[in-house]
């Protein structure tokens, strides 16, 4: 498991997947959130506004991400 630090209060999930850098483009993250392949704290997540804060972890294509 990775560790993500963020300077605010709170990250977008699909900015955090592009800033993690599991995803390529805001575009990707769309369709992978939508489809139903990322999960927040273990549960798929379709809300690609979805704010996450420090304690919350994400998760695709087997690799998890937390954030601090």
């Known amino acids: 498991m990775r ?3 963020i300077q605010s209060e709170f ?3 699909d900015a955090l997947l592009k800033f993690a850098n599991l995803v390529s ?3 990707e ?3 992978r959130i939508s489809e139903g ?3 927040v704290n273990g549960e798929p997540c379709l809300m690609r506004g979805k704010k996450l804060r420090p ?3 994400v998760t695709l294509d087997g690799e ?3 954030i601090i």
């Open 29 to 31: 993250a769309k369709i």
């Open 25 to 27: 483009s805001g575009g």
């Open 64 to 66: 998890t991400v937390k």
């Open 55 to 57: 304690g919350d972890t």
């Open 11 to 13: 990250i977008k999930l």
């Open 3 to 5: 560790e993500i630090q």
């Open 37 to 39: 392949e990322v999960l």
